[in-house]
């Protein structure tokens, strides 16, 4: 019988495979020849080469990359406003709105004030989802005054603040809790799929010191011998075609990357068990997100509600140093021997993806809403003084303690009960941080912000501040200060009519005594002043009474 061209073609690879097993070749070895009938049953299999392109969504750095590189606060850039707020949340962020000019309530104001500092370390995630949604035409880069995004100014306000906008979702659901964690080659495979009018994604990568990075995908190459590479816009390197390398044989992968080309670059890499590659989907961040410090947490726009399936309240720490969170049962939540570990049930933490500046902040904490915690604030490995904030944010309130001034070997601790609205900081070192509390009152007659500023604790000792909202008080216990002290006082009182503010200084803590502000009675119409309260011996009783007027 006369071959055919496949029946010879057959012959030959079986002599070859009989070749190469005697030969004990294992990397290129044949391992099955089909029949002539089994060729015509299996389905036809695309087989990629070393150099073939094995995706291609079209996008390119030059065109549709940003021509900027990324930025952090080296610039005097516009982030998150009123408007952005109002946008992402709907206009339950208002506490008033007059002539659509939004203000916004205290806790807003808080969380709008941590999110816009935060992003002083870098803007690469707003930039790396705002380009991608350029090119497939979810946003119109000519809304900024252009045809690409490769043609736009970074001197443009406006774009700015829409970089900011797409930057802070990552810090709220459904986005932060929609990011697809897998090994190198399911985020691979994952990318390969993505679509101009369909699902599209931005790559989270991460060193083993915690700092993120965003960067956009656009194609991929296999590079031969299990090695492939992820083509990718990296907003550090503008006009540039970089590589993520994925390596199928021991599934890791490896990035070359810097702050900025002008900075030495350094090599991050991972494998499949490491979990520092991830996805974040952009149809999660078009979804309402949740508002985690409105009243009831939840958003609303256009009728539609995102609420998370349980309250949370978040965490922030602005300074340098790490935080450890710690329940009534002993779980812990942060860094502990550098590295993070969460042992609170129902709690999370999502880490920054920025780099600019090289200083990554501390990853936002989210622990059940009604749980008491201590956190230790931990100078331990510091070399140089650094001012910090430690801010709690919740549904209709913030609390928090500003202005640490927290040295090398250094370790304080503040204590949060958000259910009493309460709030103890202790220091053994000489301290006047600030006190903060910021309340949302929707059915009460205003909303109030608090600020116990340069508080003097020389010696150290603890303090606690707490809110009795029924009472209308704001209270002060000075029972473990070391020394007797002084503090300032600011309130801002907003009603739907009206923003009044008021301000009092050299307010006397006196060792061991009970301060208390009656804030609730006090309108700017009130000629005599603030009342304050003292209870010297903590007995319950009203010591001393007077009133403060308005230092401003």
């Known amino acids: ?58 996008f390119t750095p030059e065109q549709n990359g940003f021509s900027f590189e990324n930025y952090g606060d080296d610039i005097p850039a516009t982030n998150l406003t009123a408007d952005e707020l109002r946008r992402m949340f709907g206009d339950e962020v208002c506490a008033q709105i007059n002539n659509e000019e939004c203000i916004l309530t205290p806790p807003a104001e808080q969380w709008m004030e941590q999110i816009n500092g935060d992003m002083a370390g870098g803007h690469c995630e707003g930039m790396a989802v705002l380009s991608l949604m350029m090119y497939t035409g979810q946003v119109s880069p000519s809304d ?88 990718v816009y990296d907003n550090n390197y503008p006009g540039e075609v970089r590589e993520l390398f994925i390596d199928s044989r021991d599934n890791s992968w490896t990035y070359e990357t810097s702050i900025n080309p002008q900075v030495e670059t350094d090599v991050w890499s991972g494998n ?4 520092t590659l991830d996805l974040t989907p952009t149809s999660a961040r078009l979804e309402v997100q949740a508002c985690p410090f409105c009243e009831g947490g939840y958003s609303s726009i256009s009728g539609k509600m995102a609420a998370p399936a349980q309250a ?78 430690l801010v709690m944010i919740g549904a209709g309130f913030s609390i928090g303690v500003e202005g640490i001034y927290l040295e090398p070997g250094q370790v304080d601790t503040a204590y949060f009960y958000p259910t009493d609205e309460m709030i103890a900081y202790e220091t053994t070192s000489d301290e006047s941080p600030s006190i903060i509390f910021a309340i949302e009152n929707p059915n009460a007659e205003a909303d109030y912000y608090f600020e116990l500023y340069g508080t003097d604790m020389a010696g150290g000792g ?33 009603t739907d009519e009206l923003e009044e503010e008021f301000y009092a200084e050299d307010i006397v803590l006196k060792e061991g005594a009970l301060v208390y502000i009656n804030y609730a009675e006090w309108t700017d119409a009130n000629p005599e002043g603030m009342y304050f309260g003292v209870d010297l011996n903590g007995d319950g009783e009203i010591d001393e009474e007077y009133a403060v007027g308005d230092a401003q």
């Open 1 to 58: 019988m006369k071959k055919t061209p496949f029946i010879m073609l057959v012959s030959i690879l079986v002599l070859v495979s009989l070749v190469l097993s005697a030969c004990g070749t294992d990397e290129d070895l044949i391992d099955e020849v089909y029949t002539e009938e089994a060729a015509t049953e299996a389905p036809e299999q695309q087989f990629s080469a070393p150099g073939d392109v094995v995706f291609d969504f079209g």
């Open 312 to 389: 949370m309240n978040q965490i922030f720490l602005d300074g340098e140093g790490h935080i450890l969170i710690t329940d009534d049962s002993g779980n812990r939540l942060g860094y502990v021997d550098g590295k993070i570990i969460n042992e609170i049930q129902g709690a999370s933490y999502t880490k920054y993806r920025m780099l600019a500046s090289g200083n990554t902040p501390e990853p936002i904490y989210s622990i059940p809403a009604n749980l008491d915690v201590t956190i230790t604030i931990d100078g331990t490995k510091l070399t140089e003084e650094t001012l910090t904030d």
């Open 144 to 231: 900024f005054g252009a045809d690409l995004a490769s043609e736009l100014d970074i001197n443009n306000e406006d774009l700015q603040k829409e970089i900011a906008y797409w930057w802070a979702t990552q810090a709220v659901d459904p986005t932060a809790s929609s990011v697809i964690r897998g090994t190198p080659m399911e985020i691979l495979e994952t990318i390969k799929q993505m679509d101009v009018n369909g699902e599209t994604y931005t790559i989270g990568i991460y060193n083993d010191r915690g700092d993120g990075h965003a960067i956009t995908p656009f194609g991929a190459e296999d590079k031969g011998d299990g090695l492939f590479a992820i083509l």
């Open 462 to 494: 603890t303090i606690t501040a707490w809110l009795d909202s029924k009472a209308g008080d704001l209270l002060i216990n000075t029972e473990k200060l070391n020394g007797e002290g002084f503090f300032n006082f600011y309130l801002t009182r907003i």
């Open 272 to 275: 499949a068990d490491t979990e």
